[in-house]
C-alpha cells in the first residue's frame, strides 16, 4: 500500500515512488484529498503499459462521519491489479478538473515492477 497525506505534499508536490509487485499482486494507493475546494485527484490513472498493470477501481473516502462540513477533507483509494511480469509508470494528477481550472498541482508517479 501506498499513502500519502496532506502533509506529504506539503513538503514536495510532485512525489515519485518505486515499488515492486508479483503476478498475480495489487497495489493499493491512497491519497489525501479535500474535494470540497474543487481539486480532486483524476479519476483514471495514466498508466504507460496496460498489459502489465490496470486499474481496477477508484473511490472518495470522506474522513468525517454525519453531514459533510464545506473544507473538509478525505483521500481518494484506488485498487491497481498486476498482470504480467514487466515494467509501468502510473501517474496521478490533482487539480480542478474544469476548463481553465488549475492542473496538476500535485502529482504523484509510480514505477512498478512486476515479477
Known sequence: M????????QTQKHITKDIELIVP????????SNQTTGFKWSENAVISQSSVI???????????????????AGKEVWVFNSL??????????YG?????GEKDELTLTVNVIVK
Open 25 to 32: 499482486g495489487s497495489l493499493i494507493v491512497s491519497l489525501y
Open 54 to 72: 490496470e486499474q481496477e477501481s477508484h473511490n472518495y473516502v470522506s474522513l468525517q462521519t454525519g453531514t459533510p462540513v464545506l473544507g473538509a
Open 96 to 100: 480542478r478538473p474544469w476548463e481553465g
Open 2 to 9: 501506498i499513502e500519502f497525506s496532506d502533509a506529504d505534499f
Open 84 to 93: 504480467k511480469p514487466g515494467s509501468a509508470t502510473i501517474k496521478l494528477s
